[in-house]
């Protein structure tokens, strides 16, 4: 018979028993996990420790955490192309320039070579990946032997090294070399990803305030780290014309030389422009140029006043922000004149299949001869080749022959329309400007931004759903942009206050599947970018909703 002692000790080793059991059995479950979005399985790595996949944002389709330490990146580590045809030239290109991101921060030579044998990152176009692997999606893996990413197409790749480079520490995104650097380590991991959208985008109104080449350049920078795809150019407004048109001197001459507050404002040359869609390009962003009409053209009117129906010059330079007042003449020969010069240009100019014609906020024209000029200026797109893209009060003029991408922003009633357009062949971008327009505050007492449409915290952008906010046939969205105007928003500094944390929540929208949409486990993830920005030297609003790490 046992004694009490040995009886409790047996007692005491059988509870040690039962815990080990089920420490181990956790650890395994932690290894081996599929994460979903937002899963939170791992224990978090400290601030220099590797990145694992549940840390993406925006929440890729699936990962597995794998066995064993992962790849750690070292002098000898190469970037290895493998792939046959033409678009090898491309796979090369992306990965010169991972490689040169890469040793930016950490000062290793990360050699670009055709495949061969030896560790590194490999970046394969594998035409044996299954169909639904698309046009963007890609696969990752992460092991002792290095990184393998494989895709269908060069997009797919590139797509894969942004999300390589966000399982590598934060300091990775320096602009500049770490000295005493973190282990430059990627956990080991299985990634498979593609996104939930065809169209992800975000819009930079460069008319009521000008910013440079090398600014939208920076905003670009921002938007590629979230796998945005498309960015709309806001070119033309009441306050100012931003981009030079053969034969139309006056437009930049007059337009581009004031905004709002009365600073001398701005415009791109054709260079200039073609310098930002080269610089997107690179980054497998594609510009949309919006060239606001026929309202919001009080530049337009200040330089070629016969464009008015009264044709008496207009007020100039107008640097408020009132909006509704302007309209180009709907009737008038010389207007589709002018209009089909620019379009003519700008589609010239831009290789994308996109050419937005605007169509808001025209208070001063009949339904009828609205819809007139909207058909008429569509069908002057479609002639130059490009799809015509309107905010969603261009609904009755879409369809074929006309508009075919909706942006939809303002409700107002006129849902239906919208759903008309939709039956007569229309798709719809999501841009809600209660959710995601970015100019709109925080909260009331936000020093920046505009309240018109509402307050919007992170919370709130993140938490809709694009295809359900308003009743749409299954299949019409084609994605989700967010907006940001720049009224109140005059410096690159500003305009990163508002973009981040905000922008990512926007992109998690587009992205990443619905059944893991989460904001608790959204909100982890996020805070988690902060560190990641001010590697990058970005600005962001550090809004208490989310749980960043104590600096
Ligand atoms: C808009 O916000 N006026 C499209």
């Not at 053209?297 to 008496?312: F, K, R």
């Amino acid at each position: 018979m046992p004694t009490p002692i040995a009886g409790l000790s047996a007692w005491v080793r059988g509870l040690l028993i039962v815990l080990a059991v089920l420490l181990l059995a956790a650890a395994g479950f932690g290894l081996h996990r599929v994460f979903g979005p937002g899963g939170t399985a791992t224990a978090p790595a400290g601030p220099a420790g590797p990145r694992t996949a549940d840390r993406i944002v925006p929440a890729p389709l699936a990962a597995t955490a794998g066995p064993g330490p992962g790849y750690r990146l070292s002098e000898r580590t190469a970037v290895r192309v493998e792939g046959a045809g033409e678009q090898v030239a491309e796979v090369r290109r992306i990965a010169e320039r991972l490689a040169d991101e890469l040793r930016r921060p950490t000062g290793y030579p990360f050699e670009v070579t055709d495949g061969g044998p030896g560790d590194g990152i490999r970046l394969v176009l594998d035409p044996a990946l299954p169909a639904e692997t698309g046009a963007e999606g890609y696969r990752l893996t992460a092991d002792a032997e290095g990184v393998r990413i494989t895709a269908l197409t060069p997009a797919g790749l590139h797509l894969g090294t942004r999300t390589l480079r966000q399982l590598l520490p934060p300091q990775i995104e320096s602009r500049v070399p770490v000295t005493a650097g973190p282990p430059w380590s990627v956990a080991a991991v299985s990634v498979e990803d593609r996104p939930r959208y065809a169209y992800r985008g975000a819009m930079l109104d460069v008319a009521r305030h000008f910013f440079t080449v090398a600014e939208v350049e920076g905003f670009i920078d921002r938007l590629a780290l979230y796998k945005i795809n498309y960015l709309h150019l806001h070119l033309t407004d009441d306050q100012g014309w931003r981009i030079e048109i053969p034969g139309r001197p006056a437009l930049t001459a007059v337009g581009g030389g004031s905004e709002v507050g009365g600073t001398p404002g701005g415009f791109y040359t054709a260079a200039d422009y073609r310098e930002i869609v080269r610089y997107a390009q690179e980054r497998y962003l594609t510009v949309v140029p919006e060239i606001d009409l026929p309202g919001h053209s009080n530049a337009v009117l200040a330089a070629y006043p016969e464009l008015d129906c009264t044709g008496s010059a207009r007020p100039w330079p107008y640097t408020g922000i009132e909006v509704g007042f302007s309209t180009l003449c709907p009737a008038g020969e010389a207007v589709f004149a002018f209009t089909g010069e620019v379009i003519a240009e700008i589609a010239r100019l831009t290789p994308g299949p996109y050419l937005h014609i605007g169509g808001d906020e025209v208070r001063a024209v009949a339904p009828e001869a609205y819809r007139d000029f909207v058909r008429r200026v569509g069908a002057q797109v479609l002639a130059a080749g490009k799809t015509p893209v309107g905010w969603n009060q261009t609904a009755p003029a879409a369809g074929p022959g006309g508009v075919g991408l909706l942006q939809y922003w303002d409700g107002k009633g006129r849902d239906q329309d919208v759903r008309d357009a939709i039956g007569r062949g229309a798709k719809v971008i999501m841009s809600p400007a209660g959710r995601t327009y970015l100019d709109m505050k925080y909260e009331a007492s936000y020093p920046l931004g505009l309240r018109w449409a509402g307050t919007i915290d992170v919370r709130s952008a993140y938490s809709w759903d694009p295809d359900t906010l308003i009743d749409l046939p299954a299949g019409s969205v084609l994605g989700v942009e967010a907006p940001l105007w720049t009224e109140t928003l005059d410096t690159p500094e500003r305009l990163d206050l508002m973009l981040l944390p905000r922008l990512p929540a926007l992109a998690e929208l587009g992205w990443s599947p619905k059944a893991g949409h989460d904001w608790t486990g959204f909100r982890q993830r996020l805070a988690e970018q902060g560190a990641r920005w001010t590697a990058a030297g970005f600005g962001y609003e550090k809004r208490s909703e989310i749980p960043w790490p104590a600096p």
